[in-house]
C-alpha cells in the first residue's frame, strides 16, 4: 500500500488477513510493516546544513495535519536546532500550509503578511518548497541572496525552479527493492512481530541555498 491513505481503509485491508506492506506511510493505530524514510534525520541534515551556511533565523513550512511524514520532518528541524543551540522563533513555524499547488495564492497571501522574514525556509516537501521559491520571488525576494530554500523529496520540483532547490532526496528504488523483499519474508513469517524499515535519505546540495548576506 503506497502513501497516505486513511487508516480506516488500510485496516480494512489488514483485517482480509492478507500479507500487507505499507510504503512511506505509518501510523500507531496500524499494525503492519513498514518501508519508511527516516524523515527527522532528513530533515535535521537538511536543517543542520542551513546553520552550517551561517543562517539562525530558518523557517519551517508544511502541513503537518496531513501526514505523519511531514509532523516527523517538523520533529527534524527542531531537533537540528536545538542540537545547534537555536530557539526556534514560533512565528518562522508554519504548521498548516497546503502544497497543492492551486494554493499558490495563500501561500503569497501568508508570506506578504509575514512581520519579518527568516533568512531560510525548510519546506515539508518539493511542492511547497516550489511554492515558497515562486511567491518569495514575486514578493521581491532573491534566492539565495536574500533567503534560502531547501525542501524534501527530490523530485521534479525541486529540479525546474531557478536556482534549483536544494533537497532530501529518497532512493525510489531502494524503496520498491526493500517493499518487495519484506513482503515475501511476511508470507513466510505470517505471525512474526511487525517492523519498520528506515532508509536514509542524501542531501542534494544545490543553488537555492548559500550563507546570508552579512
Known sequence: MLSHISTEYINAVLDTGIPTVLIDHHHPKIE??????????????????????????????????????????????????????????PDFILKDVSDALDQGDAVYDRLSRMKRMPTAWFCSNDGLGFLFHSNLQKLGFKIPDDISVCSFDNGQFSR???????????????????????????????????????????LMIRQSTAAPRK
Open 32 to 89: 503492519a510493516d513498514c518501508i519508511l524514510t527516516n524523515n527527522r534525520f532528513g530533515a535535521y541534515e537538511a536543517t543542520q546544513h542551513l546553520v552550517e551556511l551561517g543562517h539562525r533565523d530558518i523557517g519551517f513550512a508544511g502541513n503537518i495535519g496531513f501526514s505523519p511524514s511531514y509532523y516527523e520532518r517538523l520533529e527534524g528541524y527542531r531537533m537540528a536546532l536545538e542540537d545547534c543551540g537555536i530557539e526556534p522563533d
Open 160 to 202: 525546474i525552479t531557478t536556482p534549483a532547490t536544494t533537497s532530501a532526496a529518497i532512493d525510489l528504488t531502494l524503496f520498491g527493492k526493500k517493499a518487495v523483499e519484506q513482503l515475501f519474508w511476511r508470507m513466510a513469517h505470517r505471525d512474526e512481530p511487525h517492523v519498520e524499515i528506515l532508509l536514509p535519505t542524501e
